[in-house]
């Protein structure tokens, strides 16, 4: 059973594997017998050096195994530093381009020690990689692939791109690595805030059913990008409504079952992020978004989550159930 002690054996074992060298690592004690069959295991479902074909199936349920599997590969391709290009069968084309966008308006949006670009690299790039098994799985690419669907990406990527070049930062305050306020427009210094869903509670019920942080942290990526790209086209906002229509219906769908059932073993997530304070950054992102909507005069009109929830024993869309910070 993983637990959050593995990590500070993981570490020094993955700097070792992906230096190539055989001997168990010096830079903590661990059993030399179980370190090579733990060695051995891994091999088993690391996907470095080979090609699309080789990469592990995709499961609606975060496995231990894949644990291992997203850890080391985190590490070994430097996915902090966006080596994406060493990921087998890497043609991602526009799925690619959106994301890299999305990722590089958080980032200038947001910029603060609080939410770094090593966090922010290797979030987007475990998505990528997700992308990449789960259409190996499926023996296909996304539905959007067909040439009324590309155009149409083709002219959310340049649109997207357009408003990219003229994103402004927003002068944000942490204290100890946690946002605590930002600058509006008019330098007024006010709490940065969310919104709860009732999402929210449902995964953080007793015996929820698990939320897949990598996914989550793309949806704030992509509402962060809807915020400051919405107020940058309006009045004229039918290409981010597209895009928003897009983004759920090629993308996310396709990680629906993962994004809100990924099991029991997502406790496990900063084994998977290395070392940062990944739980605080992924706040942080979330936090990032609300302060978005409210900067571009955009407040109570967040978007949420495009996923059902249940109240009583029907499933509806989920909703917004409180703010906090405002």
């Not at 993981?10 to 069959?37: F, M, Q, R, T, W």
Request: proline share 5%.
């Amino acid at each position: 059973m993983l637990n959050r002690y593995t990590f500070l054996v993981l570490l020094p074992i993955i700097i070792h594997i992906s230096s190539g060298e055989d001997a168990p690592s010096k830079l903590y004690p661990v059993d030399e017998e179980a370190y090579n069959a733990y060695k051995e295991r891994l091999c088993k479902v690391l996907p470095f050096g080979g090609s699309s074909d080789q990469l592990p199936p995709w499961s609606d349920a975060l496995t231990e195994n894949e644990i291992y599997e997203l850890a080391f590969l985190n590490l070994g391709h430097q996915l902090t530093s966006d080596a994406i290009a060493q990921l087998p069968g890497n043609n991602l084309g526009w799925k690619k381009r959106i994301v890299d966008l999305m990722a590089y308006i958080t980032q200038t949006t947001c910029e603060s020690p609080g939410l770094s670009s090593s966090y922010i690299n290797a979030a987007k790039n475990l998505f990528l990689y997700y992308i990449l098994k789960f259409e190996k799985s499926m023996n296909s690419t996304t539905t959007a692939d067909d040439a009324a669907s590309t155009e149409e990406w083709n002219e959310i990527v340049e649109a997207i791109s357009m408003c990219s070049r003229d994103i402004e930062p927003i002068h944000i305050n942490d204290d100890c690595g946690s946002f605590t306020t930002y600058q509006t427009p008019e330098g007024v210094l006010l709490p940065v805030g969310t919104h709860i869903e009732q999402f929210d509670m449902e995964i953080e019920a007793p015996n929820g059913p698990g939320m897949d942080l990598i996914v989550d942290n793309i949806w704030w990526l992509f509402s962060v990008t809807y915020a400051r790209c919405y107020a940058y086209f309006y009045p004229n906002e039918d290409v981010i409504l597209l895009f928003l229509q897009r983004f759920r219906d090629d993308i996310l769908s396709n990680f629906a079952n993962r994004w809100r059932g990924a099991g029991d073993l997502v406790d496990h997530f900063s084994i998977i992020f290395g070392p940062m304070d990944s739980y605080q950054e992924f706040e942080n992102v979330r936090l990032c978004a609300g302060v978005s909507y409210r900067y571009e005069g955009l407040a109570g009109r967040e978007l949420v989550r495009p996923l059902t929830v249940m109240v009583g024993n029907t499933h509806v869309r989920n909703f917004k159930t409180a703010v906090t910070g405002y």
